[in-house]
Structures are given as C-alpha cells and as structure tokens.
C-alpha cells in the first residue's frame, strides 16, 4: 500500500537507486526514459503517502484525501458504507447547513462536536445555556457553547435539528457523536467497514 511506504526503508533505497541510476543514463535514451518515468511514479506514490498521512491532522490536506477518494464512502442499498481510513478511524463526508465537512465518527463521544470555524460556517446559531456544558476530554475538562444544526446530510442519511457542542478546544476536529449514531435505525462495524441504516432512507443526488 503506498502509505505503507513512507515507513519502509527499502522504498528510499530504490529512490536513492533509480537517482544515481538517472545520472549514469543521461548518455542512453531508451534507459533514460524508463528511469525518469519510474522516478515520477516513485514521486507520485510519496506524495500520495502525504496527504494520507497528513490528513490525520490538518482538515486541509483530510480535503483533498476525501476528493482522492482515499477514505471511501458509498449506498448500499438502503445502507451507506464508509471504509475505514489509514489512521484507523471512519470519516463522513456530510454537508452541514450547506457546508461540506469531514467528521470523524466518535461512537465514544456523547455529542456531536463542531468547530467554531465550521459551526460559523454553517449558520449553527449558538443557544445561551443557563449552566456552562463542562466536556471531559483527553486533555482535561473544557466548556463548551451549544447550538443546533438545521441539517446535517451524507449518503443517504439525514440528521435534522441535531443538537451540537462547539469549542475553539476542538480545533479543526468535526465529531459525529453517538447522539447522532442513536437517531440511525442501526449502524455497525463489519471488518474495515461501517454500516450506517436510516430509518428513513434519502434519495441520493446521481453523477
């Protein structure tokens, strides 16, 4: 797998190979030509390797893994399946109040997290609580704002008037939480596979 290669030693002695190979064949056309091709696909496989690999940390670069079709998302049936990513973990790419945005699925999570840059994007309108909403996370306790999304759509789901959580702790980290996952008809994991089924399955839009 070409992510696999970044950690390979073998892969950057090849590389290393086919470069002094490119200097001793700028004298042979023929050889020259199979080596430069070969070392365009050796570039093209780091490069692929990078977004994969950056993709775990930057939403930007998790963009462009999603348009590479890297973390593989499709309808089933009445099903839509989401084939796990390279990091171990499953992403859907939804539209949030006319806004398309990756989100980890966090079945550990209680509620559905967002960004304040993705929730200002959306149009989230925030909601002023009575008491502060104290989260624990990993880094400790945080308070967080809460609101609503009017519409929240991938695949064939749909999840409307869904109730959020929007912290600046959360980063650039969007998070389906189980208070999502709860509203499906059923949702499960089947080898690097997540299966998620509607109650009430949407029609999706054709190529």
């Known amino acids: 797998m070409p992510a696999d290669a970044l950690s390979n030693p073998q892969f950057y002695i090849l590389l290393g190979a086919l470069f002094l190979a490119a200097i001793a064949a700028r004298r042979i056309p023929v050889l020259r030509t199979l ?24 939403p930007l670069f998790g963009r462009a893994a999603a348009v590479l079709d890297l973390d593989d998302q499709q309808v089933a049936g009445e099903e839509t399946r989401i084939r796990m990513s390279r990091d171990g973990h499953f992403y859907v790419r939804a539209t949030i109040g006319g806004v398309k945005r990756r989100l980890l699925v966090d079945s550990g999570a209680t509620l559905t997290a967002l960004s304040p840059a993705t929730a200002a994007a959306a149009g989230v309108e925030m909601k002023p609580a009575m008491f502060p909403v104290l989260l624990k996370t990993a880094n400790g306790t945080i308070r967080a704002d809460t609101g609503q999304v009017r519409e929240l759509r991938f695949g064939n789901v749909v999840a409307r008037d869904l109730a959020v959580v929007v912290s600046p702790a959360f980063g650039d980290v969007d998070v389906l939480g189980m208070n999502f996952l709860s509203r499906l008809k059923g949702w499960r994991v089947e080898g690097q596979t997540l299966i998620l089924t509607p109650h009430h399955p949407q029609e999706t839009p054709t190529a």
């Not at 080596?35 to 930057?58: H, K, N, Q, T």
């Open 35 to 58: 080596v430069s091709v070969a070392l365009w696909i050796g570039a093209g496989l780091l490069l692929y390797a990078a977004i994969v690999e950056r993709g775990r940390f930057d």
